[in-house]
């Protein structure tokens, strides 16, 4: 290590861990879900996350995927990500005694590193792409490449509008979220995505932080009954939205449009970007992800040291 560089001492990721972390997040151009906290928070049991503070002004992660130990980019200013990235480097040729390793790293970063490709290999994880949406569009709906999208907001209004409450969420209002989700889960079978139960439990992970975390939640009530619910956050550095959870009964024809509509007019009404998140590279997911019209993507790569000690 150089001078410059302390050892680091990773420890898991907890609620009370935001009062340590936030302030490092959003210093930087990064358009992905993994630019806030609360994705960091949602996940940190599927992949075993843990942290540390780096002496170069950051937060270094390390993480376990199928067995493996990788990491990420920190979260930290632009101009310390070549430091800390090279201070992982190290980390992992002489603590780890293994090759450097991201599956998911920012194109912003990925840019500012510059890195020589004869000692990493960068590629590009098409399907783990962030689906990036105008806010203002997405709070309208207005134009004729969203005119299905309104007709099915319109839909709703008619048959639901005199029985349908758009509600703010609050930690008291936990076990409406539970019963329904409950109920979400049930209606999916056993045949689900490996990820579907780590989300869950992510939820229910939030709800019983969400004091401490500072959740902004909302959900719509059918004659008293939940009957959807979201999750977001803000990266106020890109001014971006970021929709983390949405989950809605799907025999309820407009009721996705209302409440995206919803959240964003009441909880991100500034908001110049929507991040939806990625399709995991499931066909009905991209279908849908692409009717709404996106206007970019937040674009992930893989980057790989090619051979142990040559940084």
Avoid at 71 to 76: E, F
Avoid at 102 to 107: M, T, Y
Wanted: charge should be negative.
């Amino acid at each position: 290590m150089t001078g410059s560089d302390k050892e680091l001492h990773f420890r898991p990721v907890k609620a009370e861990s935001i009062e340590i972390l936030e302030p490092y997040f959003c210093l930087r151009p990064n358009k992905t879900c993994e630019s806030v906290f609360l994705d960091s928070f949602l996940w940190r049991k599927y992949s075993e996350l843990r942290f540390a503070i780096s002496s170069h002004g950051a937060v270094q992660w390390l993480m376990s995927v199928n067995g493996k130990e990788v990491g990420a980019m920190p979260a930290c200013r632009e101009e310390d990500v070549k430091d800390c990235f090279y201070e992982m480097v190290r980390f992992f040729n002489e603590k780890l005694r293994r090759p450097y390793e991201i599956l998911l790293a920012d194109e912003e970063a990925v840019l500012a590193l510059g890195l020589d490709p004869e000692k990493y290999e960068v590629a590009e994880n098409e399907d783990m792409k962030d689906y990036l949406y105008d806010g203002e569009a997405m709070r309208t709906l207005a134009g004729k490449k969203l005119h299905k999208k309104k007709n099915n907001l319109n839909a709703f209004l008619k048959e639901y509008g005199d029985r349908a409450e758009y509600r703010r969420l609050c930690c008291s209002d936990r076990q409406d979220v539970w019963d329904f989700l409950d109920r979400w889960r049930e209606g999916k079978g056993e045949d689900v995505e490996e990820h579907l139960d780590y989300e869950i439990e992510g939820i229910h992970e939030i709800l019983n932080n969400c004091s401490i975390l500072g959740v902004r939640m909302s959900g719509v009530y059918i004659e008293g009954k939940l009957e959807a619910f979201t999750i977001g956050s803000c990266n106020p550095y890109e001014k971006m939205a970021i929709i983390h959870i949405e989950k809605a009964n799907n025999g309820m024809r407009g009721l996705y449009q209302f409440i995206n509509q919803q959240f964003l007019i009441h909880e991100f009404p500034d908001a110049a970007l929507v991040n939806r998140e990625d399709d995991l590279g499931l066909e009905g997911l991209r279908r849908a992800k692409m009717s709404y019209c996106p206007v970019g993507f937040a674009r992930k790569y893989s980057v790989r040291q090619r051979k142990m000690g040559v940084i």
